[in-house]
């Protein structure tokens, strides 16, 4: 079984400790949205998939506090890393109480961070949405396998992430920014051609020799990955 790369949401206003941050988990292998204020904060954790997401508590426009039971409320089961400053253990208290599942106190080792991130992510899953079919096509997303009518496909990590957000959105038209976005991170250019190239060597491993190609190109929009030749 290969290691996991996560998608994760680093919600931090501080320059210094986001790009430290953002850089030691992007070279872990970790795809990295970071975003600066509470709002956009709650809108990304709200409207995007991630493993996990690390918040500071001290935002501007919305703090960490108010965001946390909003999260919950909204039914979001993302496990919840919260960042507080040293000694500010009311803070660390009410976070906990507010939804957090763990905190850690800056200023503090990567290593630590890495730690802890991991250690929730052990945690047994809250949702059991482990298991994608689409058509012949399944995914196993825990054991990080996939089976096009029971034959094992070998897909690379991001060819993987891209194929799960596919499954995830069956029958859906998702645009080259979406996908970009998504599977390559918040800082993804969308004049690079990328999508196209690893859309490619998906149909290569997916669509090989089947009888319906699962993977659609919608002209002037994006990719679809449906079992249907009609979905719309
Ligand atoms: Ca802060």
Known sequence: MKARAMRLLLVEDEEGIGKFICQGLREAGHTVDWVQDGDKGLDHAANLDYDIVVLDLMLPQMDGLQLLPRLRDYGVKTPILVLTARDAVEDRVRGLNAGA????????????????????????????????????????????????????????????????????????????????????????????????????????????????????????????????????
């Open 101 to 232: 599942d763990d905190y850690l106190v800056k200023p503090f080792d990567f290593s630590e961070l890495l730690a802890r991130i991991h250690a929730l992510l052990r945690r047994p899953p809250l949702q059991t949405t482990n298991l994608l079919k689409v058509g012949d096509l399944e995914m196993d997303t825990l054991r990080h396998v996939v089976r096009r009518d029971g034959r094992v496909l070998d897909l690379s990590q991001r060819e993987f992430m891209l194929l799960e957000y596919l499954m995830r959105n069956a029958g859906h038209v998702l645009t080259r920014t979406q996908i970009g976005e998504r599977v390559w991170g918040f800082d993804f250019y969308n004049e690079s051609n990328v999508v196209d190239v690893y859309i490619g060597y998906l149909r290569r491993k997916v669509d090989k020799n089947a009888s319906i190609p699962l993977i659609q190109t919608v002209r002037g929009v994006g990719y679809r990955l449906s079992a249907d030749e009609n979905a719309d």
